[in-house]
């Protein structure tokens, strides 16, 4: 047995919840994976993972063990980095998740920079508008909009979204003009509706003029859970959406897109870095956080005094 890949198959199972999650994430097969764990268990003579037609549930004893090793596998790729000088030339594979507007609007276009200053980090984008199981889908870390609902999870607050309302110019032509946002609520005007990852409900929007506050809700005949795809439906001239001003200043720049509501005011999305507790924070991650905190004061700074939050590195 090779004790250093029972050690990697035993964490991995216990972060994933499942061999077979494990076993894709390790890039081994779950034979493999089942019996490194059986042979850890042997070695220890302790049960340290209890397995069940539906799930992997991990013991008292393999609990404790687990905490030293993630410690000791974090301490063993600090080793092999310091010595490699990957403090000064971070190296590896780095799994991150984003929202797709973001990455094909902001991220993508940045590349050749994070690479030329990066070069032997291999970056591995997954693009979406999900919700992402960082520790069951091995995710190094997410950039997200909005509020956190896990608290246990550790965040650095790296931007903040404006937001403003808009609609294509074959809309308005067709349905006109609305002069006041209650006017998307009960009449011939139409919303795009987009549904939020956790719930798979449209999202209302909170608006204020002066002591006005009211939340839209709108009306929809189409709703999408990717944010380029709405954009596209407005752009198409599906109905009024609320947009990022990143995603929509091109399109009004060219008349595809128009303003409307200039007078209203949005709260701010932030815009967080999420990543596990218990994943260790190299190199290559203190890397990306560094461009990921350089690229969004570009495009969406937080304002100040809102840079960190709970567990920010």
């Not at 609520?185 to 209302?204: C, M, Q, W, Y």
Request: charged content about 25%.
């Amino acid at each position: 047995m090779d004790r250093f890949d029972a050690l990697q198959a035993f964490a991995r199972v216990v972060e994933a919840g499942s061999y077979t999650k494990a076993a894709q994430t390790l890039r081994i097969s779950k034979t493999t994976v089942t019996q490194l764990v059986q042979q850890l268990e042997a070695r220890l003579r302790v049960k340290l993972l209890n397995r069940t037609t539906r799930k992997v549930q991990v013991t008292a004893d393999g609990a404790l063990y687990y905490e030293r090793v993630v410690r000791l596998l974090a301490d063993l790729e600090e080793a092999d980095t310091s010595l490699s000088n990957a403090s000064a030339s971070p190296k590896g594979r780095l799994r991150v998740d984003v929202p797709s507007p973001l990455a094909t609007l902001i991220l993508a276009p940045a590349l050749p920079a994070f690479h030329a200053r990066y070069p032997d980090i291999q970056l591995d984008l997954g693009v979406s508008d999900r919700q992402v199981d960082l520790i069951g889908d091995n995710v190094d870390c997410v950039l997200r909009g909005g509020e956190l609902g896990d608290s246990s999870l550790i965040a650095r607050r790296v931007g903040e979204l404006r937001f403003g309302v808009y609609a294509a110019p074959r809309y308005l032509e067709r349905a006109g003009t609305p002069a006041h946002p209650r006017e998307l609520e009960d009449t011939h005007h139409r919303i795009v509706g987009f549904l939020r990852a956790n719930s798979g409900k449209v999202a209302p929007i909170d608006m204020r003029h002066g002591d006005e506050c009211i939340t839209v809700r709108g009306r929809h005949v189409v709703a999408l859970d990717d944010g380029n795809a709405y954009l596209a439906a407005g752009l198409a001239g599906m109905g009024v959406l609320w947009l990022p001003h990143y995603m929509a200043q091109a399109h009004v720049a060219r008349g595809e897109l128009v303003p409307l509501f200039d007078d209203w005011q949005f709260d701010p999305m932030p815009l967080h870095l999420v990543f596990p507790p218990n994943r260790h924070v190299g190199a290559k991650l203190r890397a990306f956080i560094e461009w990921i905190d350089e690229l969004m004061a570009r495009h969406a700074p937080v304002a100040a005094g809102k840079m960190h939050d709970n567990g920010g590195t």
